[in-house]
């Protein structure tokens, strides 16, 4: 190790006790689950080798102050010993250079690669990593008999598997949450019920009671004992929810993991509605027209803007096409022309400029292929996780 490395490690190791680097979390998993041990890893970049449970603020700063590297979420990641394996081998074979892009960070001159989801690879090695994990808390929770807990609606203290109490909380007070095959964090979805119903917060409609009667009789009759799998809340207590690298599973048939009954179907719309999962909404760049189909919202955007996407975007590479799509969404959330820059007052005015104009095309490369662009003007832009399903 060279000497500039070594003092480097031996500051950071007299430091670490009074500074943090980066936020912590808290367990997500509860104190029942599977242990995981992590062995020593050597780092991407060099020969440095790192104990992450003990040195995890050492080795994240030793990323970022020696080799100008970034890793998003690392705080959250899955078996980050694991990934770090796979990028040092990969790095091994092809330089950091040509994989990872290089963005400017702050006002000096230095660049940093960002391992993010936004490569295809980090993207599929973080799907892999976290279902993984998941699958072994699942098992885990099929085969553990320790678990122990008072029921919530009697005073029975089981004992015993995790699938055996859901069975219990079915069979004795007909409350349904799915196919326990199909569940996981059990111990954890159990106590987030507790906590809502001990609010006197109905768990399907989140409607507040005054009373704990008028509660339990709401859920008996109204049948709201069960999930509200429209509720993203649960979203990751349902193995389902994992099987597909984006944040949601899209398409999947969840009836095997609800259990309908003839009730049902006495409900009205908005009872039966609640059953069906949301699909995600995406919206155009240059209006407020809506689809969940982004194949469709480039049709309306050829018809109606004369913009086409597949077209303009043919001769770009993923992470310009990311980057042409934040820079629009900022655009037009500043009123201003995404080809000539011209300002606005009024959305509308905008919008007449575009269509007269016939600005809706793309400016000049140099405008947008800026490493500002790499991150979402909006929250889950919906554009960006579909980017890829757009047909020629």
């Known amino acids: 190790m060279a000497a500039k490395e070594v003092k480097f490690c031996e500051e950071l190791e ?4 009074s500074k943090m ?18 062995s020593e890893v050597v780092c991407l970049l060099c020969d440095n080798i790192f104990n992450i449970p003990l040195s995890f603020e050492i080795f994240v700063r030793h990323l970022f102050e020696v080799h100008n590297l970034l890793i998003e979420d690392v705080q959250t990641m899955d078996n980050l010993p694991e990934y770090i394996r796979y990028w040092r081998d990969k790095f091994k074979q092809t330089p950091i250079e040509e994989i990872v892009p290089a963005i400017r960070i702050d006002s000096s001159h230095r660049l940093f690669f960002m391992l993010s989801t936004l490569l295809e690879d980090d993207k599929k090695l973080r799907h892999r990593l ?22 919530l609606f009697c005073k029975l203290d089981f004992e015993g598997k995790r699938v055996d109490f859901i069975a219990h909380l079915e069979n004795h007070h007909n409350m349904q949450l799915g196919n326990p095959q199909n569940l996981v964090y059990i111990e954890e979805l159990v106590e987030k019920i507790a906590e809502t119903v001990d609010k006197l917060i109905c768990m399907f409609c989140n409607r507040l009671f005054p009373e704990r009667m008028v509660l339990k009789e709401h859920m008996r009759k109204k049948l709201h004992k069960r999930i509200n799998r429209r509720n993203s809340d649960y979203d990751k207590f349902f193995i389902v929810n994992y099987l597909e690298s984006d944040k949601k599973a899209k398409n999947v048939n969840r009836e095997k993991d609800e259990v309908y009954t003839s009730e049902d179907s006495l409900n009205d719309d908005e009872e039966y509605y609640d059953w069906n999962e949301k699909e995600d909404v995406i919206i155009c760049l240059f209006c407020d027209k809506r689809e969940t189909d982004i194949n469709i919202l480039c049709l309306h955007m050829e018809a109606d803007h004369g913009f086409d996407f597949a077209e303009c975007m ?28 011209v300002a606005f007052t009024a959305v509308r005015s905008l919008q007449n400029h575009l269509i007269e104009e016939e600005h809706c095309k793309i400016p000049d490369i140099k405008v947008f292929d800026q490493p500002e662009f790499y ?12 980017i890829d399903d757009v047909e020629d």
């Open 375 to 386: 991150f979402p003007t909006y929250e889950n832009d919906a554009f960006l996780y579909l």
């Open 14 to 17: 007299s430091e670490s006790e």
């Open 130 to 151: 976290k279902l993984e994990h998941v699958l072994k808390v699942q098992e885990f929770e099929r085969t553990d008999t320790s678990y122990t807990r008072m029921c």
């Open 21 to 38: 680097f980066g936020p912590l979390n808290f367990d997500e998993v509860g104190t029942h689950s599977p242990q995981v041990t992590y």
């Open 314 to 341: 043919k001769e770009f590479d993923f992470y310009q096409k990311v980057k042409f799509v934040n820079y629009v969404r900022r655009q037009m959330h500043r009123k201003r022309c995404l080809y000539c820059d």
